[in-house]
């Protein structure tokens, strides 16, 4: 079992910042990479970014050159630092952790969200 509490939302004015945070408990000697993602009013929960225990990142186009996801492994907590924020960013922001089974198997754990919301 994983425990994701996120952290860090809040509402800014365009081209403001905020940096969200994801403190991971549990068995996370298990997770194999963190993400954030984030749903809109009325759309479906999108990839923002991921990285994996070795350090790999990956982002979504819309967010390339803004965003930058990190991870601190003592504290076993990953961030999202978020600059330059637009008004079509703004949603709620999940944490997700990754764990890779045997096979094809594998567990996603979620955090509870936290709103962004940016104002124009």
């Known amino acids: 079992q994983v425990q994701l509490v996120e952290s860090g939302g809040g509402l800014v004015q365009a081209g403001g910042t905020l940096r969200l945070s994801c403190a991971a408990s549990g068995t996370i000697f298990s997770i194999n990479a963190m993400g954030w993602y984030r749903q809109a009013p009325g759309k479906q929960r999108e990839l923002v970014a991921t990285?994996?225990?070795?350090?790999?990142?990956n982002y979504a186009d819309s967010v390339k050159g803004r965003f930058t996801i990190s991870r601190d492994n003592a504290k076993n907590t990953v961030y999202l630092q978020m600059n330059s924020l637009k008004p079509e960013d703004t949603a709620v922001y999940y944490c997700?952790?990754?764990?890779?089974?045997?096979?094809?198997?594998?567990?996603?754990?979620w955090g509870q969200g936290t709103q962004v919301t940016v104002s124009s």
């Open positions: 990285i994996t225990t070795g350090g790999s990142t």
């Open positions: 997700n952790a990754h764990l890779p089974h045997t096979g094809s198997l594998s567990e996603d754990y």
